[in-house]
């Protein structure tokens, strides 16, 4: 998946949806002096409502992942929404608790894995943020209607021919019918049925990307949100196949699901941007193209999938580091502990030093990202590109950093309940909302045209190392073009050139985003 392209100044600011009016519920509390108090959740200061959604969660630490059905995971997923803690607008109105919600279940991730994160951040970000921010008011307004009742939701993106492509790549077709004002949604071939579609076996709802077809032509890739059951049975023309056993997350469902003719109403377009006016399609914000707004929950899941990398990584590191501390060994004399092992001891430093780095880095992107929801405007090209390099640089780092301690730790590594065995969360962190490499070429390649648009005419004095380096790849590719002739080959044979310039752009961008 690729970023979204910069749109004009003039279609910078949305159009925001009515405000929803939130239930009166009261919740208890713990007040910055710990004392009790009844406040409502609308009025809890940040910190009050940490510690709620903590309480609120408290249980999940008690989960046995190994035992535990996705089914039982689900209903304590419906109880927590039902709690009304997190509000599915919250993701605009309330982008701090939206983001504090994910690191907060991050830090389970050593004990329990990632399932139940995933299954979070699907509901949350991709399918409630998806009708939050390309719904019209009557849409947004079933959000809080789902949520009284419990109702779990799916993102049904990816599919099995696209794979990390998805997005780019759409297959699945809604045709629209002027006459009984329907949709009907297809999966043509069984590489378009979407795929890894998480919480996708037990879910209510759905929303769906499809290629519109308006008199058989193509307007792009639209989202349309409709039941996957009713009244617990699955829709008809829904298809569901459960993927199988996982390496670890198996107390979350994944799913592979087809279309077969689905018949949806027209209101089940997600239709704020774009709407079908009898047979004419009709752009609502002129340079505002549907696909973009559905990228920018990219950009909630980058920062949510980076700071949950981050969380993950520090909390197996902490567990790590306290059982070093702790374990006395052997030696001629004194009776050192581990964590006095010399590269034991530098693993730990480096990883403090870097960590705190990245968190800052992480962190100064959410902040940024919030004032764009809560404005209701798109990000700037400077943070677009921050945001993609804090996903991959927080996963990528923590990856290497976790292996590494855990070949330096010994033995404990192989027991369960260090954390380590749960490590794979980072995989699916690395494949989450744009894969690493796939993010990685992206950056390369938007140097290359930058390259050539702006800087290519320059004297070669006047280029930094990054533009020379950019300039060096760019001819091998050229050179490697014109002796054979096949531009995917020419890309393909400098993927180690392409991954090493990635790696100076994002320590470059890292260092011009910190210093503004």
């Not at 007040?31 to 409502?49: E, F, K, P, R």
């Not at 076996?201 to 639209?222: E, F, N, R, Y």
């Not at 990398?309 to 059982?323: H, M, P, S, V």
Request: hydrophobic content about 40%.
């Amino acid at each position: 998946s690729s970023a979204p392209q910069l749109l004009s100044p003039s279609a910078t600011r949305l159009l925001r949806p009515l405000a929803l009016s939130a239930p009166q519920r009261r919740f208890k509390a713990m007040s910055a002096q710990d004392t009790a108090q009844n406040v409502t959740i609308s009025q809890m200061s940040l910190a009050d409502w940490g510690e709620s959604f903590k309480k609120a969660t408290i249980d999940l630490a008690k989960m046995d992942i190994h035992s535990i059905s996705y089914q039982e995971s689900a209903k304590r997923m419906r109880k927590l929404l039902q709690t009304g803690l997190l509000r599915h607008t919250d993701i605009n109105n309330n982008p701090e608790r939206f983001f504090l919600a994910h690191r907060l279940l991050a830090r389970h991730a050593p004990q329990l894995g990632p399932g139940f994160w995933i299954r979070f951040t699907v509901h949350y970000n991709l399918m409630a943020g998806s009708v939050a921010g390309l719904g019209n008011p009557d849409q947004v307004k079933l959000l809080d209607e789902w949520q009284e009742k419990g109702l779990l939701g799916c993102f049904s993106l990816t599919e099995k021919l696209a794979g990390v492509n998805s997005g780019l790549v759409v297959n699945t077709r809604a045709d629209w019918d002027s006459g009984s004002e329907t949709f009907t949604l297809h999966s043509p071939n069984y590489g378009a049925y979407k795929n890894w579609i998480s919480q996708g076996l037990v879910a209510d709802k759905t929303v769906a990307i499809a290629d519109l077809h308006i008199q058989g032509k193509s307007v792009g890739p639209h989202a349309f949100i409709l039941d996957l059951r009713t009244d617990g049975k699955v829709t008809p023309g829904v298809i569901l196949e459960d993927m199988g056993r996982k390496t670890i997350g198996n107390d979350l469902d994944n799913a592979g699901i087809g279309f077969d003719k689905v018949v949806l109403p027209r209101t089940a377009l997600l239709n704020r941007f774009a709407d079908i006016e009898g047979d004419q399609y009709v752009q609502k914000v002129k340079g505002m193209p549907v696909f973009h707004m559905i990228g920018q929950r990219l950009f909630t899941g980058r920062v949510a999938v980076a700071q949950a990398a981050l969380e993950f990584r520090r909390g197996l590191f902490e567990l790590t580091q306290k059982y070093a501390e702790n374990k006395q060994c052997w030696a001629p004399a004194g009776e050192p502990v581990l964590s006095e092992i010399p590269q034991l001891k530098a693993i730990f430093k480096e990883n403090e030093e870097k960590a705190s780095a990245l968190e800052a880095f992480v962190g100064k992107c959410e902040t940024q990202l919030s004032a764009h929801l809560k404005e209701d405007t798109l990000p700037g090209l400077d943070l677009v590109n921050a945001i993609a390099v804090a996903k991959v640089k927080a996963v990528e780092e923590s990856i290497e950093l976790c292996h590494r301690l855990q070949n330096e730790v010994g033995s404990y590594a192989l027991m369960g309940g260090t954390g380590f065995e749960q490590k794979d969360f980072l995989t699916c962190c690395k494949f989450a909302e744009g894969d690493s490499r796939i993010l990685m070429q992206k950056m390369a390649r938007d140097r290359l045209k930058f390259f050539e648009k702006k800087q290519a005419a320059l004297p070669p004095a006047e280029w930094d190392a990054e533009t020379k380096e950019t300039a060096a790849l760019g001819a091998k590719i050229l050179a490697d073009v014109k002796s054979h002739g096949d531009k995917q080959r020419a890309w393909d044979d400098n993927w180690k050139e392409i991954y090493a310039l990635s790696e100076t752009i994002m320590k470059n961008t890292m260092a011009s985003f910190m210093a503004k």
